[in-house]
C-alpha cells in the first residue's frame, strides 16, 4: 500500500493527441468559486489546463477540495418531497416530478395516478402502471411506446434497457430506456474501473479524455473504463465488454479486474431523480500495455501519477462528476486519504450518500 503521505511524481506519459479551443484556467477557478459544478460548467477542456492545475494542487490529504466533488453529485436534497413516488406490485420502484407525471397523464392506458390513504400528505397520492399490464415484457413494451412518443422531451436515447426492480439483484418488473431512468426515478447501477500502473515504486492511473462527440459530458476526463449496467448481464460480463470496447483491453486481462465495493449518490436536477450505485473494480496494468479506445467514446488517454490525478480531482471539474466519486474511492483504498486527515469518516460514508440496495 502507499504511503498516507505522498507528494510530488513524475511528468505524465501522452497517449493520443487532438487539438483543443482552451478555456481560461481563471473561469473554471471562478466556476469553481462560485459552486459551480459540471453538470452547469461549459466549455472544452485540454489536456494542458488541467496538468497546469495539477502542478500546484497541495496536499494530497486536502479533502476539501474532494468534498466538493461529492457535492456535486448529490445536489437537490431539499427538493426531494416535491416527487411522487412511482410504484410497481405495491413496491417502491422509482420517484417521478409532479411536471413529469403531467406530461404522462395522457398515456392513461399505461400510466394510472392513485391516491394513497393518508389524505393528509402530499404524497399519498403515487402513480403506477395500468393493472392490465401483467408482465414483464408488456410492461417493457408498453412503457417503450410512451417513451418513443415522447420524443425530445427525452433526450440522448440509447436504445438500452434498465432493469427496475426494488433493489439490486431482484427480479425486474420491467425494463426502461437508460436515458429515461433519471425521469422515473429508478436506481441505476453501472461498473466503473480504475487501472493502474506500477513503476520504479510509483503508481499511475490511466485517464480517458471522452470524445467530444458524447452526448454527456463531452470532452471531460474519466477514469479508464465505465459502463451503465443494462438488463440481463452481470457486472463480470459487463466490466469484461466496457474493457475490450473503451480501452482495448483483451479479455485474457480484463479478467484480472476486481471487484473492491462500490459508491452511490442521489442527484436531484429539476425533473430528474437520478439514484446511481457504482460498482467498483481495479486492475494492476502491465507497464507495457496500452490502451486504445474502440467504440469512438475516447478520444485519447495518458498515464498520470495518482498524486497529479488527485490534484486534479481537488481543483475544478474537469472528471466527469461520478467518475471522480470512483477515483477517490481509490485514493481512500490505496492509502493517498489517511484516517488522521480532517474529514476522514464525512467523507468515507458521503461517498456512499446513495442506495444501497
Known amino acids: 500500500m502507499e504511503s498516507c503521505r505522498v507528494h510530488g511524481g513524475l511528468a505524465p506519459l501522452p497517449v493520443g493527441g487532438g487539438v483543443f479551443l482552451r478555456p481560461p484556467i481563471a473561469a473554471f477557478r471562478r466556476n469553481l468559486r462560485h459552486g459551480a459544478c459540471a453538470m452547469a460548467v461549459g466549455g472544452r477542456i485540454a489536456w494542458d489546463d488541467v496538468l497546469e492545475l495539477s502542478s500546484d494542487g497541495g496536499r494530497v490529504s486536502d479533502l476539501a477540495g474532494y468534498f466538493e466533488r461529492v457535492r456535486c453529485c448529490n445536489r437537490g436534497s431539499e427538493n426531494k418531497d416535491e416527487f411522487l413516488p412511482f410504484l410497481v406490485e405495491e413496491q417502491t420502484v422509482g420517484y417521478i416530478h ?73 427480479p425486474a418488473f420491467f425494463s426502461l430506456e437508460r436515458a429515461a431512468a433519471p425521469y422515473f426515478g429508478i436506481k441505476a447501477y453501472g461498473v466503473h474501473m480504475n487501472g493502474y500502473v506500477e513503476k520504479e515504486d510509483k503508481r499511475y492511473l490511466w485517464i480517458a479524455k471522452r470524445s467530444n462527440n458524447k452526448p454527456t459530458y463531452p470532452g471531460m476526463l474519466d477514469h479508464l473504463v465505465a459502463g451503465g449496467l443494462p438488463h440481463g448481464i452481470s457486472c463480470k460480463e459487463n466490466i469484461i465488454k466496457e474493457c475490450q470496447e473503451e480501452a482495448g483491453i483483451p479479455e485474457s486481462i480484463s479478467r484480472r479486474a476486481v471487484p473492491v465495493g462500490a459508491v452511490s449518490y442521489v442527484d436531484i436536477d429539476g ?62 483504498r490505496h492509502g493517498y486519504v489517511c484516517p488522521d486527515d480532517a474529514g476522514y469518516l464525512e ?9 444501497s440496495s
Do not use: W
Not at 407525471?101 to 393518508?118: A, R, Y
Not at 389524505?119 to 408498453?142: C, V, Y
Not at 412518443?149 to 439483484?169: Q, T
Open 98 to 170: 409532479p411536471s413529469f407525471v403531467d406530461q404522462l397523464k395522457s398515456f392513461s392506458d399505461v400510466f394510472i395516478l392513485k391516491p394513497g390513504n393518508d389524505k393528509g400528505s402530499r404524497n399519498a397520492t403515487f402513480i403506477t402502471l395500468h393493472p392490465l399490464l401483467r408482465s414483464s415484457e408488456e410492461r417493457t413494451m408498453a412503457v417503450g411506446d410512451v417513451i418513443k412518443a415522447m420524443g425530445s422531451r427525452i433526450p440522448g436515447i440509447r436504445n438500452e434497457l434498465y432493469p427496475v426492480s426494488s433493489s439490486f439483484g431482484q
Open 271 to 332: 425533473p430528474r431523480y437520478k439514484r446511481d450505485v457504482l460498482f467498483c473494480y481495479d486492475i494492476r496494468l502491465p507497464q507495457e500495455f496500452v490502451p486504445k479506445n474502440e467504440d469512438g467514446e475516447v478520444e485519447s488517454f495518458k498515464l498520470v501519477p495518482v498524486e497529479k490525478v488527485a490534484s486534479i480531482i481537488r481543483q475544478g471539474e474537469f472528471f466527469k462528476p461520478n467518475c471522480a466519486l470512483v477515483i477517490i474511492d481509490f485514493l481512500f
Open 347 to 355: 467523507l468515507l460514508q458521503l461517498l456512499r450518500s446513495g442506495a
